[in-house]
């Protein structure tokens, strides 16, 4: 029997993933081949009448049948672009947002200004770094400044040392395993940071119950779940916040829908922030909270 020419076999894959309900099933299969044969899909579409071999339709069958049972994409090629930057993902981390990039957005233009007006041994600490997408897009973007970089989870941070070196930043990053700024309990002397980074697990218990299976069933629920209310990482990051701020400073944090007057109170009770700034996102959430000491 003749093999199927990649055109042919996009047709069929689509249709497949139509059927079990995604919503952009062509770029799905596309994006899938292109995975496979190591390629981009504007190859795809210059070969597509180049027929696969036995062996590459299998195994392009068992991409689409990975996706169309709900396996995020990511996770099926292990990597995701962010910031124009593509990482390493697996199971042991998030898969990047792109609301997100308004993190890296606001970071970068803080530590541009203190560099700007002067300031030198700027540091800048990850709290809860996952795939290391914000200390590494950061190193990448911003030379002369020390990166420290946080997780609860060996897993993430054997994920984000590989992202390092992958872009090779690993000696612009300094890595810890533990809870947010308790890694720093045995240093005589608390390390100070003009810049502190974040995205804490926001979603309320009610919100890990009602997530869709291809989130709950995939992606690690500790980097997700933020207990009862969504705010539980963060009080744990304003419990310690004060021994952690040089001046000047600035804390930059991603938020859930509906969390603006609850993080708003945590920051007004913290007393330590001459300013309260936020930013929407393009649906017009209120997505990134930016804090200043000065």
Known sequence: MKNKAIEEALQRASFYLENAGLENPRVEAEVLLAHLLETDRLQLFLKRTQNLSSRQEYLFEELVRRRAAGEPTAYITGTKEFYGYRFNVNKAVLIPRPETELLVDRALSWLNRLKSEGYKNIRVLDLGTGSGILAIT?????????????????????????????????????????????????????????????????????????????????????????????????????????????????????????????????????????????????????????????
């Not at 984000?160 to 002397?189: M, P, Q």
């Not at 690690?220 to 963060?234: F, M, Q, S, T, V």
């Open 138 to 294: 950061i190193a990448l973007k911003v030379n002369d400044v020390q990166i420290d970089a946080v997780d609860i989870s060996a897993g993430a941070l054997q994920t984000a040392k590989l992202n390092a070196a992958r872009h090779r930043v690993e000696d612009r990053i300094s890595w810890n395993c533990g809870n947010y700024f308790e890694v720093f309990n045995s240093s005589t002397t608390p390390p100070l940071f003009n810049l502190v980074i974040s995205n804490p697990p926001y979603l309320t218990k009610k919100e890990m119950r009602d997530l869709p299976s291809h989130i709950l069933d995939h992606e690690p629920c500790e980097a997700l779940d933020g207990g009862e209310d969504g705010l539980d990482g963060y009080r744990k990051i304003f419990n310690d916040l004060a021994l952690h701020l040089t001046k000047p400073s600035m804390l930059l944090l991603e938020a859930g829908a509906g969390q603006q007057k609850m993080l708003d109170s945590l920051c007004r009770g913290s007393g330590i922030f001459n300013s309260i700034t936020w930013h929407q996102d393009l649906a017009g959430h209120a997505r990134v909270l930016e804090v200043e000491r000065i």
